[in-house]
């Protein structure tokens, strides 16, 4: 079973806030991504890391930045919510050789 | 770059064999997965193809040929649990992997 964390599991909130979504895991594996997928659409690589203090932005354009300071801990941070930053964020993590990634079990970020 | 491609629904019958088939091109190739997801959860891993040839793993086997740039996920004595989306998603260079757009598989009894 995989040990991967996701908070909060949804979360409303109103334009322009800042927020910080956050993603851990126990399994000391060294890469973890950031997903983002709309009901009934294929998921979005938008931000990918290696290990600590590498961070890399995947194929979708997205507004976030993330950060790796620790190997277990890849949290994902909106300046300024907007309304076109409603979905569903999926972080995941895999071993160095990547045989296999573990998902968490996803945010559900509503903006209004 | 990396393109992905799989039919968007498929509809089988409880009891029978199903066949989602993947087709791919990408810059770089270390290995396909198949990732199972029910409407609403996070992906779950089923199987994950380096070589060529076919894995088994219970009722999911999973086949690769690298040349074609071609897999399937078979599906045999199907279960209604089993109506979901079926990722196919290939890791390609640095491991990044990109997922196709999912089958909907709907199964019928």
């Known amino acids: 079973e995989a040990d991967i964390y996701q908070t909060p599991r949804y979360l409303v909130i109103g334009t322009g806030k800042k927020i910080t979504l956050e993603c851990s895991q126990t399994?000391?594996?060294?890469?973890m991504y950031w997903y983002q997928q709309d009901p009934g659409m294929e998921l979005h690589l938008i931000h990918y890391?290696?290990?600590?203090?590498?961070?890399e932005k995947g194929d979708l354009s997205s507004e976030s930045t993330v950060s790796r300071i620790r190997t277990e801990h890849f949290p994902l941070t909106l300046e300024s919510a907007r309304p076109s930053h409603t979905s569903q964020y999926l972080c995941?993590?895999?071993?160095?050789?990547?045989?296999?990634?573990?998902f968490g079990p996803g945010t559900r970020l509503t903006v209004t | 770059g990396q393109n992905i491609d799989q039919p968007t629904e498929m509809t089988a019958t409880e009891g029978a064999i199903v066949q989602i088939n993947c087709t791919y091109q990408?810059?770089?190739?270390?290995?396909l997965f198949w990732y199972q997801q029910h409407a609403g959860e996070a992906p779950t891993f089923l199987s994950y193809n380096v070589l060529d040839g076919l894995e088994e793993k219970g009722r999911f086997s999973s086949f690769l040929s690298r040349s074609k740039g071609y897999s399937y996920l078979l599906l045999k004595e199907l279960q209604m649990k089993d109506s979901a989306s079926y990722l196919c998603?290939?890791?390609?260079?640095?491991?990044?992997?990109?997922f196709g757009t999912g089958t909907k598989l709907q199964v019928i009894p």
């Open positions: 998603a290939v890791a390609g260079g640095y491991q990044k992997v990109t």
């Open positions: 890391s290696y290990g600590v203090n590498s961070t």
């Open positions: 399994m000391g594996h060294d890469k």
């Open positions: 995941a993590s895999s071993d160095l050789g990547g045989r296999e990634q573990y």
């Open positions: 990408t810059s770089g190739f270390n290995g």
